[in-house]
């Protein structure tokens, strides 16, 4: 997870294209023609044995004739001669290298690594089309087509769809702040790109071509940090049902890798999307509507038709149009003619003058309820589209910022889109595709809610919940199973893996494989009963007869128990049937049934499945996952996601479910994945959910030796609440722990407390205000790069305050760690700010960082003596400036001691 030399790669002094050629329709030679034509303003220099001259410049023989190192090299020679290249160029100085080559083995990959990991020379590629900067000038690809000067970024792993992204943009006259085909990324991936993206001042959104992602935790991390700060919309491709066939639970069978990637993609608060095309129209609708928070949607337009088509493509999205209210309806009929439509969509006929378009944009201004509106306009010979568009525009923002657009037709209503675009407000060619871009809006939101959440593993599942949790119990059950050289768990061991875990089940007995003795049971707990077969070899019961449910009497238990044994034998010989579970069957009125599972994803590992539950699970299909850790937020949406919620919400004379439970069942999962990296998957079905809570009436559990599972694999790093420690300090009790996005709104009255010049000796500048997603950085932080240990305590009302905070930021190979440290101005000098280094220092050792540094101006002689007490000091190599760069070794015996 690196930015470092990647401006080097994005934005260089110097270029060599080794390999540059004369020879026409070769990589060699287009890759040399489209950096001279570019408009690149440094030395662009050529590397090719075969020639001295090229296009009236010198062509150098070798890498080490070169007058001075290139920042950049393109390498399109054979294969076997790039890691030798590489290491040449790394020896020169050259800080970035783009590999065009095709054909590199796994061996070749390996050694071109090898050749560039001792100068941190950085690989775009190989095999891949190269990058495009317009900004710089810079066009070190071989695609047959330029990119315009623009702020949308692209980053695609196919370079074919780079090449005809290019072609299409160009036609749409779409500008890009940078171009780069990843190819085989044997170095940069997308988490570099992200990084790198995140805080380029040229980039408005970053769009994104994906068709695999092989560094999961790194991915994740880099898009939540880069999605905090501008839009992230991502094509994925590769939607593939295989590999789901042979999965042992329904979890396996529905949890595809599909579906992982659209969880992965949502709880990053990135937007995924299915074409190319919509790339763009999202990166419109986020760039200049992404303020609105409208979930309804009011459409106003000048013809009735087009009005209803954009109400059925409403439906068809699941976009809720907006209700207008009486009061509403009754100020419309005062400002629009009589015929009117009285609803939503509001057609306000088309003679309509600028007049009464104004006077209906503010009355649906005044009404709140009225959402985003949609202003759809089809030209008319009355008045001028363009002359609409300028009345429009000029509107107060608070209108404006509810307000996008479709101007239908093409030369007529041209200069309206531009003032419209001009001014900052949204515009669509369609009706349909505004109201898609609406939906994707709305998507991009809920994403963006889940991106701020950071739970625990360990979420303390609303209320006491958390400690009936028996993990302990859990633990020994998967241990005697895995002893006896099994994986799949009996149904009275999972139910007792769950029990132990707080979930709560249908009590169940076993009995051996006689029909007499699972009668006596049922008198024993009661009719009705339902009876199961035993079999460590069947984990779909009812798919061999494996379930009889309502069985009300004695005789009828025996029967059903001598016909199950005899049909399991017949359809399953190779299954040993070692017994029977009789339980008292369940009825809840107003029970709906639901699956909760996991499985272990390949590429972004645990995940959790919810949805509609039952013996047809895989034909309803209703059912959506996420990726742990989870909270009570995340379980929430995680619900909502499905058709079943709107069942457990209730309906009619139907009371809602207790939805609390179901909840509360979703984290009590999500920790067990945490805490027992055993569980390979986990299956709950059916879980009946009713207004008296929720119960398991089956499950199945499959165990791993390999420990396939647990924190350690989750895609996100769950929330280090282990780091949590109160201590006391000047008579006051603290605690001391890692910061979360919830401390958003402390850490803004933390900021009230600093004195300027306070400020200004620890990031030397004096504001003490900032904008909302420089706050956001501060408190939604990536615990996997950064560490940020804030000290909370009691305020004189009772109220939490933040009174100091310790950063550091650790490289990506965690060989240093930058760190800063302030507290409140009233509290300084009184050992706050060496207790919180403190405990800063403790982690980063325990966590292998090697060393600490540190860069303070010379008059912050305060900082530059708790530092010295630290054990940091000056470093080898002094700053120009009025600062003092000071360095500490982590790992050294001496400091340990």
């Not at 071989?142 to 980053?155: E, T």
């Not at 058709?643 to 209730?650: A, K």
């Amino acid at each position: 997870m690196s930015i470092r030399n990647l401006d080097s790669l994005l934005d260089p002094s110097s270029v060599v294209v080794i390999g540059a050629s004369p020879r026409l329709a070769s990589v060699g030679a287009t890759v040399w023609r489209n950096m001279l034509t570019a408009g690149f303003k440094g030395p662009v220099m050529a590397v090719n044995p075969k020639y001295r001259e090229l296009d009236g410049q010198r062509c150098y023989a070798r890498v080490d004739e070169l007058p001075q190192a290139p920042e950049l090299a393109v390498i399109c020679t054979p294969a076997p001669t790039v890691a030798a290249l590489v290491h040449e160029l790394g020896s020169r100085g050259t800080k970035a290298a783009v590999v065009l080559t095709a054909g590199l083995t796994a061996s070749d990959k390996q050694a071109v690594r090898d050749a560039a990991r001792p100068y941190l020379l950085r690989l775009l590629g190989p095999n891949c089309i190269g990058l495009i900067a317009p900004h710089a000038g810079l066009n070190a690809s071989f695609s047959h087509v330029g990119a315009d000067r623009g702020d949308l970024a692209f980053v695609s792993q196919s370079g074919a769809l780079v090449t005809a992204m290019l072609d299409w943009a160009r036609a749409q006259r779409i500008g890009f702040s940078q171009v780069v085909s990843l190819g085989e990324h044997i170095d940069v991936d997308f988490g570099d790109m992200l990084d790198f993206l995140a805080t380029d001042c040229r980039t408005r959104a970053v769009l994104m071509y994906v068709e695999s992602i092989e560094s999961p935790r790194k991915f994740m991390s880099a898009a939540r940090a880069a999605a905090r700060n501008k839009p992230v919309i991502v094509v994925k491709s590769g939607r593939s049902e295989r590999g789901q066939r042979a999965a042992a639970s329904h979890t396996g069978a529905l949890a595809g890798a599909d579906s992982v990637y659209d969880a992965a993609i949502s709880r990053a608060g990135m937007l995924r999307v299915d074409t190319l095309q919509d790339l763009f129209l999202a990166a419109e609708t986020l760039t200049r509507f992404r303020a609105n928070r409208s979930e309804r949607l009011t459409i106003l337009t000048n013809g009735g038709g087009a009005g209803v088509m954009a109400a059925d493509a409403a439906a068809r999205s699941d976009v809720p149009l907006a209700e207008l209210s009486a009061e509403t309806v009754s100020r419309l009929d005062a400002v629009l003619p009589g015929n009117w439509s009285q609803s939503n969509p509001v057609d306000i006929i088309g003679d309509a003058p600028v007049d009464r378009y104004l006077r209906a944009f503010e009355v649906l201004a005044d009404d709140p309820q009225a959402g985003a509106v949609l202003f759809i306009h089809a030209p008319t010979a009355i008045v001028p589209s363009a002359d609409i568009a300028r009345a429009v525009a000029v509107m107060p923002k608070p209108l404006t910022g509810r307000l996008f657009s479709s101007w239908l037709g093409g030369q007529g209503v041209a200069e309206a889109r531009d003032v419209f675009s001009q001014a900052g407000i949204a515009g669509f060619a369609t009706p349909e595709d505004a109201v898609k871009a609406f939906g994707m809006l709305r998507a991009y939101h809920r994403n963006q809610e889940e991106l701020i959440e950071a739970p625990p593993a360990d979420a303390s599942p609303l209320g006491a919940a958390a400690a009936s949790m028996d993990i302990k119990a859990a633990r020994q059950v998967i241990r005697d199973v895995l002893d006896q050289g099994r994986e799949l768990l009996t149904e009275p061991e999972a139910k007792a893996v769950l029990q132990a875990c707080g979930v709560p089940v249908a009590s169940t007995r076993t009995v051996a494989a006689d029909p007499q003795m699972a009668a006596s049971v049922a008198d024993e707990i009661g009719y009705p009963v339902v009876l199961k077969i035993l079999s460590p070899e069947i984990s779909h019961k009812s798919d061999v007869g494996g379930v009889v449910l309502g069985l009300d009497h004695r005789d009828a238990v025996v029967e059903a128990a001598r016909s199950m044994l005899e049909r399991v034998a017949r359809l399953r010989p190779d299954a040993r049937r070692v017994g029977l579970t009789v339980q008292r069957q369940v009825r809840r009125r107003h029970g709906q049934e639901l699956i909760i599972g996991s499985a272990v994803d390949p590429v972004f590992g645990p995940v959790i499945l919810f949805g509609q539950g039952g013996t047809a699970v895989e034909l309803v299909a209703d059912r959506a996952i996420a990726l742990p850790p989870l909270n009570e937020p995340l379980a929430r949406s995680l619900v909502a996601r499905t058709r079943v919620s709107r069942l457990l919400r209730g309906w009619r004379d139907v009371p809602p479910a207790d939805l609390e439970s179901v909840h509360r069942t979703l984290i009590q999962v999500s920790q067990m994945l945490a805490d027992l990296p055993e569980l390979a998957e986990i299956d709950i079905n059916p879980l009946i959910a009713s207004p008296e809570g929720v119960v398991a009436l089956d499950a199945r559990i499959r165990v791993t030796a390999q420990n396939a599972g647990g924190a350690a694999r989750f895609a996100i790093r769950p929330y280090p609440a282990e780091l949590v420690e109160t201590v006391v300090w000047k008579g006051r009790e603290l605690v001391l722990r890692p910061i979360r996005p919830d401390d958003e709104l402390r850490h803004i009255e933390f900021l009230t407390h600093l004195d300027p010049e306070d400020i200004r000796l620890r990031i030397f500048y004096t504001r003490r205000t900032m904008e909302r997603s420089e706050l956001a950085r501060l408190t939604q932080i990536d615990y996997t790069r950064e560490m940020a240990f804030i000290a909370v305590a009691a305020g004189p009302d009772g109220l939490l305050q933040t009174l100091g905070v310790a950063r550091a930021m650790t490289d990506p190979d965690n060989i240093s760690a930058e760190f800063g440290v302030i507290v409140r101005s009233e509290l300084k000098g009184g050992g706050l700010g060496r207790i919180l280094m403190d405990k800063l220092i403790r982690y980063l050792r325990a966590n292998g960082t090697r060393r600490l540094e540190a860069v303070v101006l010379q008059e912050n002689t305060r900082m530059l003596e708790m530092a010295r007490r630290l054990g940091l000091r000056d470093a080898p190599e002094q700053p120009e400036f009025d600062t003092r760069a000071l360095v500490m070794d982590l790992q050294d015996e001496a400091a340990l001691a």
